[in-house]
C-alpha cells in the first residue's frame, strides 16, 4: 500500500530517508543507516523501544491501552525499521533469542513497565512521526533499556550505539 519509492518511507512518514550512509567504523560489517532530513531525538528510546517490541512481537495484554501498537502494526513497521538500520534485522532476531533464553513471562516482569503501566504511563511511537499509523509502545525506564539492549552480544551492542549516533549526526 501507501508507500513511496525505493529507500522512501512515503508521505505518510516523516522520517524521509534519502539513501544511505555507511557507519564510520564498521564498513567491513557493512553497516549502513538512512540519511534522514528529519532532526532525530538525541535520546535513544525513539529506536530501542521499537527494537524492544519488535524482538517481543507483541505489547503484553497488561499494558494494552487505546492508541497501542498491535501485533499486526509492529511486524507491518519491521520494513520501515530495515530501511532506516541495515542491521535492524539482525538485532531484532538475536535480542529475540536473548528474550527466549531469558525466558518471555520473566523478562516482561523484570524489564517492561510494572502493572498496567499506569494511566499516565510514558509511550513512544513505534514508528518516529507516525503514532496515529503505527500506534505507540509502553515505555520502559531508562535504565531498563539499557539492560535489554546489554542483552545482545557486544559486537551488536557496538552496532547499534554506532549506528544510532551516525544516523542521529548530519554528517
Known amino acids: 500500500g501507501g508507500r513511496g519509492g525505493p529507500g522512501c518511507g512515503g508521505a505518510f512518514w516523516t522520517l524521509q530517508p534519502q539513501g544511505m550512509k555507511v557507519v564510520l567504523g564498521f564498513e567491513e560489517q557493512g553497516l549502513q543507516v538512512a540519511v534522514c532530513q528529519k ?26 491501552k487505546p492508541g497501542t501498537s498491535t501485533k499486526a502494526q509492529i511486524e507491518a513497521a519491521q520494513p520501515i525499521w ?10 531484532r532476531q538475536e535480542l529475540r533469542k536473548a528474550i527466549e533464553d531469558f525466558g ?3 523478562f516482561e516482569g523484570r524489564f517492561l513497565p510494572r502493572g498496567d503501566g499506569g494511566a499516565k504511563g510514558w509511550s513512544t511511537s513505534l514508528v518516529f512521526g507516525d503514532p496515529q499509523g503505527f500506534g505507540r509502545l509502553p515505555h520502559p525506564h531508562g535504565r531498563e533499556q539499557d539492560n535489554i539492549i546489554a542483552l545482545l552480544t557486544c559486537d551488536s551492542q557496538n552496532q547499534l550505539f554506532a549506528s544510532v549516533l551516525a544516523i542521529t549526526s548530519s554528517a
Do not use: D, Y
Not at 532532526?39 to 494494552?64: D, H, N, Y
Open 39 to 64: 532532526k532525530l531525538p538525541k535520546t535513544q528510546s525513539w529506536c530501542f523501544v521499537p527494537l524492544i517490541f519488535s524482538a517481543l512481537g507483541c505489547v503484553p495484554e497488561r499494558l494494552m
Open 82 to 91: 530495515s530501511e532506516l538500520f541495515s542491521h535492524w534485522h539482525v538485532w
Open 104 to 106: 518471555v513471562a520473566r
